[in-house]
């Protein structure tokens, strides 16, 4: 029986993750569940799944959740803040699913590598963020990595692994070589987001609600926007670069409109491997949960013969200018993706607060690149700074140029 924390519990990628357990309760059992502010959800999912720990980041709700807790005649204990979250994701489980949005999933998800836990990385912002900390921790923590993001666990089922193998296996070992593994290139696939084949006059009045409609997924908000503005692409350019040892040169991006091939890697020899299955994420989670192993995931099968055809094309990167951005940030190395990600969590926030434009998004995320030189990325403390002041440069330039 593995005890699983479920960092995110009441998000998107926390539902999908605690169906999948639900479906194995001989194998699986949710230990820990965590919520940023909605005392309500966590409390019923703790009645549903009971758990030994419920964790509310936000303090101010610690009171409420105790209350409910009891309310609903429930022996879990009840705790609060970020404090909480770091040690519950070091403490008595087996299996951490790193699911909270943004930045304010970094700490946990370090805590996770460095106490040598199977990590389920489905919190990209934290690799693109702190990518050589991160994997240095689940180095020397001895634990696994395993991505969740669909792309990232579709390459990760395309790469070579087994005897002989280990120098290139995604992970346990994450300093691999992809070159002496015969790869060439990986393939990222990306839907287009809801906007494929807008052009830019197209795109200036675009409301939160139109952003957040994602053809094939259903995502959190945050995630939507990001797949509307290709920016989701961008980070996870970065987060491949750093799980799978690619150089920028290495990663394309390929526009796939049915999101049923899930990214692609090419061999020295010509063979390129994909991984295909419908857009649903519980295939990833269960692929991460059980491997090596294969289970039951509720996902439907694949029809191949009732979607007929697969498509394929280039991305748009002048109307989509975020995608170029992240590879600009990879490039100039060091904090450049962490101020790219503060600067983007902030453009995102303001776009779905109604006092950013969208197009003003990638313009923001810019500006805030220019106004801060990369440095030298090797501490938690240096990036937290960072993080902390690409906000304020960010809120400030948003003041002055954009609201
Ligand atoms: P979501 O908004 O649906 O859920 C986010 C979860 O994080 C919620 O449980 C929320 O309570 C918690 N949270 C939010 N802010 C927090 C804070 N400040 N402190 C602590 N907890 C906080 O988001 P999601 O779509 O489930 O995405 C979660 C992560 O997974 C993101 O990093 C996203 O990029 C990644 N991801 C999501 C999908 C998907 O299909 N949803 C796919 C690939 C990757
Ligand atoms: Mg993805």
């Not at 693109?128 to 990595?145: C, I, P, Q, S």
């Not at 995931?297 to 498509?311: E, R, Y």
């Not at 962490?338 to 810019?366: C, H, Q, S």
């Not at 690409?390 to 003041?399: E, G, K, N, V």
Request: charge should be negative; hydrophobic fraction near 50%; glycine fraction near 8%.
């Amino acid at each position: 029986m593995k005890n699983i924390a479920v960092l995110g519990a009441t998000g998107s990628i926390g539902a999908s993750a605690l169906d999948v357990v639900a479906r194995h309760p001989d194998r699986f059992r949710a230990s820990v569940l965590t919520a940023h502010r909605n005392v309500d959800a966590l409390v019923a999912l703790c009645a549903r799944f009971r758990p030994q720990l419920a964790i509310i980041a936000d303090p101010a709700f610690e009171s409420a959740l105790r209350r409910g807790l009891t309310q609903a005649g429930l022996s879990t204990r009840a705790a609060a803040g970020t404090d909480a979250l770091r040690a519950a994701a070091s403490g008595d489980c087996d299996i951490v699913i790193a699911a909270i949005v943004g930045a304010a999933g970094l700490e946990s998800t370090l805590a996770a590598a460095r106490a040598g836990k199977r990590l389920l990385l489905a919190n990209k912002e934290a690799v693109v963020m702190a990518g050589a900390l991160l994997l240095d921790a689940v180095r020397n923590g001895g634990g696994e990595l395993i991505p969740i993001d669909s792309e990232h666990n579709a390459i990760f089922q395309c790469l070579p692994h087994g005897p002989g193998a280990a120098d290139v296996e995604c992970l346990p070992n994450p300093h691999r070589n992809l070159d002496q593994a015969g790869v060439r290139r990986i393939l990222l696939t990306a839907s287009g987001g809801p906007f494929r084949g807008k052009h830019r006059n197209d795109l200036a009045a675009i409301t939160p609600d139109q952003a957040c409609a994602h053809p094939n997924w259903v995502m959190g908000r945050k995630i939507s926007v990001d797949s509307a503005t290709l920016m989701n692409k961008g980070l996870e350019v970065i987060e491949a670069h750093w799980l799978f040892g690619a150089r920028a040169d290495q990663i394309e991006v390929v526009v796939h409109p049915q999101s049923i091939v899930h990214s692609l890697v090419e061999y020295a020899d010509g063979s390129v491997l994909a991984q295909l299955g419908n857009p649903d994420m519980r295939t990833a989670l269960a692929h991460a949960l059980a491997w090596p192993e294969r289970i039951e995931s509720g996902v439907a099968a694949l029809d191949l013969l009732k979607l007929g055809q697969l498509n394929f094309e280039a991305p748009d990167r002048e109307t989509f200018r975020c995608l170029d951005l992240a590879y600009c940030a990879l490039a100039a190395g060091g904090t450049a993706p962490a101020i790219l990600n503060a600067a983007n969590e902030v453009a995102v926030a303001a776009f779905l607060d109604g006092t950013l434009p969208f197009l003003a998004i990638a313009e923001l995320i810019e500006a805030t690149l220019a106004a801060m030189p990369a440095e030298p990325a090797d501490t938690l403390e240096g990036l937290i700074y960072t993080d902390l002041t690409a906000r304020q440069h960010a809120q400030r330039i948003m003041r002055r140029s954009f609201c």
